[in-house]
């Protein structure tokens, strides 16, 4: 049985899956738009008390599960987070039929996440992956059109795979360690040296599904899809909550799990990741670069960024969890913005979803644009930005030992600016007049079910901006202050993840 | 009092009361005038403030905020403080939304002070990238015709080396298990120090520009407003020569003799190429940016030739050419905002036109090209002589530079103010009294340094001394 403190600590997370419960009852009963505003709530009250039991000791809970201290401040970052993405797609999730049954997976996928982040457990960490993967397949096909099905199947197919990799490699490690699955248990286990080549097979098949989950480069592929596709609070959700979530239960699992005895040398695993962070970091610097849809360069940079924060974990020995830890935490925020603020501008409405047809919205909607671009200084790491720390920080513990990395790290970020800075040109040193043709192909690529977009930009528009436009800005602006705030007096935030 | 950080708050708050003052009817150039005028006077009591020594200051405990005005750091954080005022007077007229500009302008000025006050490495390189973002803004909204590709190319190269710089100074914090810069700072062990110092340098060379590198320079001056010139120029290149003293030297002392070969070269380089090409150009504006290519190819050398006068001269160099460059961009503008061309093909015999602005002009070319009396010549004349003890014969080439300074600053003042007075331009009016008191600053300046250069090199005596010291000693 728990006892009462316990139950204190998993008191946050009943509460986020009632909301996902009341989001469906509300979705069946009531209005999609309630459906949706009862779930951002209860989230929002779930923030409120992991904030508070993040000033109690962390504990494992249940002996599976980490909650309390830095795993409900996390906790408390992640639902806040989701809250937000709700009320920005508040209009949008309300207007459409069932809109409220997306708000409930949105909640079920929080809650999920924060199990997954606290996860102590082997068969919660993948019982929590699943649950996540499961939510994500249907939020991508939410959206309803043939192509959000297409990209919510290919990431269904892509998925079952690494789902496949990941309980075989559970099993190897099961037999391993004589059928214990705790982390402590199974620590122990590997580093007595129980079965080494069976060990690294486990690792290896582990690690291709936790980099399927995060998106790294070389399984990368439904990234793009996903995030273009799926509504924009919905892809802002996506991009950020969940990755959270896996980048910490993957720091957990590697110095957990396979991070060896501290007398021996580095761990087989550290290389195996700087390989894949440089790779994820190129190529996702590299696609983006190519890209005009405005989504589908923050999907091929989200490509970059997990490169970034794996760039933290190939430290070995040295890894500083609470580097990956901040950089995850700063980087979901800005991602978050910058998706929202596609819902914002009215992607689908207003706005063809083109980075060059944003021209003119710096004079149009001077709250917004600004709010995109702290977003996207912050997502390239420039100082007085939250990102600067996030990435300072990954790059300082790889500088130690892989020095290399960390300057693919810092060579990316400038290749970075190359389309985040992109955006910032459209948006602010770009004429309206001139809006250029939509390249043919581009054409077929906007959503169904959306009205044909005639070929013009934002700024070009001369009715008022809509009100449900307007109402979601505030979320934009409010995530804005956190990265500047966080840019500006990083301690505080620092602290607050147990710095 | 904390006068360090209240002289990087006061143009931000600046910058903040312009900005939320756009929607009021108080006129946004007035308000950054006032604080610009006061940052100044804050700047000049503190000159004299700190006749007792350097000015440290600290903020919290753990925090990076450090700060300390000393002698490397007071001539550049007075050159700020000026040519802050004068790129505000400079952009007086600017139409498109100019409480963004002058917002913009504080803000530049905030993050320039922090990086000269700097005394922490965290705090440096937040400040030195903090710069890039008005600067980038400044340039692609109220820059020429072909902004926004000088705005992404100036941004992009100043990041690129100010990334590989993060990596230095990250690998310098580690040395040193900590991001407080002590004055000096203490050399690294020998074995790290190549790398740290090519990383640092990579980040200041492509600021300075040197050859190579520099290729962002002529389109970023270019395309910039008239103020953004002024502070590009003025101020922006000399935070690269500034880093090399400040943290290069000392950080690395070993490689930094070992470097020393290729810097001078470098900068030898740059004067020869960076005065052939100000010969080359058709473009007035064009010429006065590849004029400072050749300019801070002369503190590039002085810096590499490293002794105490060398270094007191490289300061000089800096600061003369920050108040000859900016006068240069501020007349260049001014003659823009009258005729919209920068052609000199175009020009001729301005002097009957406009007496005031072509003696100005001709004042500042006549500075340029280094007339002694005048602030350029006891900067380049030191460092050439310092240069000959350990280049000998090589001083030939900095010495041609002078020579094709002179080439290109009197073709300039030719084809511009004499000859015969194209029809276009006959009705220009002069100078009024307003771009007069933007120009006389700068010109004051110029003769100032000229005929007392001791201005500048005693008050960064002692920390050339040491700086001199430290490498003498690796």
């Known amino acids: ?499 | 009092m904390p006068w360090l950080t209240i002289i990087i708050a006061l143009p931000l708050a600046g910058a903040c009361a312009v900005g939320i003052g756009a929607r009021l009817p108080m006129r946004a150039r007035a308000v950054a005038l006032a604080f610009a005028l006061l940052e100044l006077a804050l700047t000049g009591y503190l000159a004299i403030a700190r006749a007792a020594g350097p000015l440290t200051e600290r903020l919290g405990s753990g925090g990076v905020w450090r700060l300390r005005l000393d002698g490397l750091a007071l001539p550049l954080v007075a050159l700020t403080a000026v040519l802050g005022a004068v790129a505000v007077l400079a952009s007086w007229r600017v139409e498109r939304a100019p409480a963004g500009h002058f917002a913009l302008l504080l803000a530049l000025t905030s993050a320039v002070m922090a990086v000269f006050l700097a005394a922490d490495l965290v705090l440096f390189y937040v400040a030195w990238e903090a710069v890039l973002i008005p600067m980038y803004f400044l340039i692609g909204v109220w820059g020429h015709e072909h902004r926004r590709h000088a705005a992404m190319k100036f941004f992009l190269y100043t990041f690129a080396g100010s990334a590989l710089m993060l990596v230095g100074l990250l690998l310098t914090i580690f040395a040193q298990s900590g991001s407080a810069m002590s004055a000096p700072a203490r050399a690294l062990p020998t074995g790290t120090q190549t790398l740290v110092f090519w990383l640092l340098a990579a980040g200041f060379l492509v600021k300075i520009p040197v050859l190579p590198l520099h290729t962002w320079l002529p389109d970023a001056h270019v395309e910039a407003p008239t103020a953004g010139s002024i502070m590009l120029a003025g101020v922006l290149l000399k935070m690269g020569g500034y880093g090399m003293l400040r943290l290069a030297l000392p950080l690395a002392p070993h490689a930094f003799r070992a470097a020393a070969p290729v810097l001078a070269g470098l900068g030898i380089a740059g004067i020869v190429y960076g005065a052939l090409m100000a010969l080359a150009q058709t473009d007035l504006k064009r010429l006065v940016a590849y004029s400072s290519v050749s300019h801070m190819g002369f503190v590039v050398l002085a810096i590499a030739v490293a002794t105490p006068a060398a270094i007191g001269a490289a300061m000089l160099g800096m600061v003369s050419h920050g108040l000859v460059a900016a006068l240069l961009f501020l007349l260049v503008g001014q003659l823009y905002d009258r005729t919209h061309t920068r052609e000199i093909a175009r020009f001729g015999g301005l002097t009957a036109q406009l007496p005031r602005w072509g003696a100005v002009f001709t004042f500042a070319a006549l500075a340029s090209l280094g007339l002694p009396g005048l602030s350029g010549f006891p900067g380049e004349l030191l460092t050439v002589l310092e240069g000959a003890g350990p280049y000998g014969a090589w001083m030939a080439l900095p010495a041609l530079g002078v020579v094709l300074a002179a080439a290109y600053n009197l073709y300039a003042v030719r084809r511009v103010n004499h000859g015969p007075l194209p029809d276009e331009w006959e009705t220009l009016p002069d100078l009024g009294r307003l771009e007069l008191a933007a120009a006389a600053p700068l010109a004051a300046g110029v003769v100032a340094l000229g005929v007392w250069p001791a201005l500048v090199l005693a008050v960064t005596g002692p920390v050339s001394a040491m700086l001199a010291r430290v490498l003498g000693g690796a």
């Open chain 1, 1 to 499: 049985m728990l006892s009462l403190k316990e139950w204190l600590l998993l008191a946050p997370l009943l509460l986020s899956l009632a909301g996902a419960l009341a989001g469906l009852v509300a979705d069946a009963f009531l209005s999609p738009r309630t459906a949706t505003r009862s779930a951002a709530v209860a989230l929002a009250a779930a923030a409120g008390l992991f904030a508070y039991t993040a000033f109690s000791r962390a504990a494992v809970v249940g002996g599976v599960v980490l909650l309390g201290g830095v795993y409900a401040a996390v906790g408390a970052f992640v639902c806040a987070l989701a809250a937000l993405t709700l009320a920005a797609g508040e209009s949008s999730l309300g207007s459409r039929p069932h809109g409220g049954q997306v708000a409930a997976l949105v909640a079920f996928t929080t809650t999920a996440s924060v199990v997954l982040l606290g996860a102590f457990d082997l068969t919660v960490f993948v019982v929590a992956l699943e649950l996540i993967a499961l939510g994500g397949y249907a939020l991508v096909a939410s959206a309803r059109t043939a192509r959000a099905y297409e990209a919510a199947m290919k990431y269904f197919v892509q998925g079952a795979v690494a789902t496949g990799l990941l309980v075989y490699g559970v099993a190897v490690l099961f037999g391993l360690s004589g059928g214990a699955l705790g982390f402590d248990a199974l620590g122990r286990a590997l580093a007595a040296g129980a079965g080494k080549p069976a060990a690294t097979v486990a690792l290896v098949l582990m690690l291709s599904a936790v980099a399927f989950k995060l998106g790294a480069f070389p399984f990368h592929s439904w990234a793009p899809d996903a995030y273009e596709t799926a509504p924009p609070s919905v892809a802002a959700f996506l991009a950020s909550v969940p990755k959270v979530a896996a980048l910490l239960a993957t720091v957990l699992l590697l110095v957990g799990v396979f991070g060896g005895a501290p007398s021996q040398r580095e761990p087989v695993w550290a290389l195996l990741v700087a390989i894949i962070a440089a790779a994820s970091i190129a190529f996702g610097n590299l696609a983006a670069l190519r890209q005009e849809s405005f989504r589908r360069m923050l999907a091929y940079s989200g490509i970059a960024q997990v490169g970034y924060a794996l760039t933290g974990m190939s430290a070995g020995s040295r890894v500083q969890p609470f580097a990956v830890l901040v950089f995850g935490v700063f980087y979901a925020l800005a991602a978050a913005g910058a998706f929202l603020a596609a819902e914002a501008v009215g992607e689908g409405e207003e706005w063809d979803g083109r980075i060059a047809s944003l021209a003119g919205l710096g004079r149009r909607r001077p709250v917004l644009a600004a709010s995109l671009a702290v977003c996207l200084l912050s997502l390239t790491g420039i100082p007085l930005t939250a990102g600067f720390w996030g990435k300072l920080l990954v790059f300082a513990s790889a500088s130690t030992t892989v020095l290399w990395l960390a300057i693919v790290g810092v060579v990316g970020s400038v290749v970075s600016f190359g389309y985040y800075g992109g955006v910032l040109r459209a948006v602010y040193l770009d004429e309206t007049a001139e809006a250029p043709e939509p390249a043919p192909a581009r054409v077929e690529e906007i959503p169904e079910g959306s009205p044909a977009l005639a070929a013009r930009s934002v700024g070009a528009m001369a009715a008022d901006v809509p009100s449900e436009r307007r109402r979601a800005t505030w979320p934009v602006a409010v995530v804005a202050i956190l990265v500047l705030v966080g840019g500006v007096a990083p301690l505080f935030f620092l602290r607050l993840f147990g710095g």
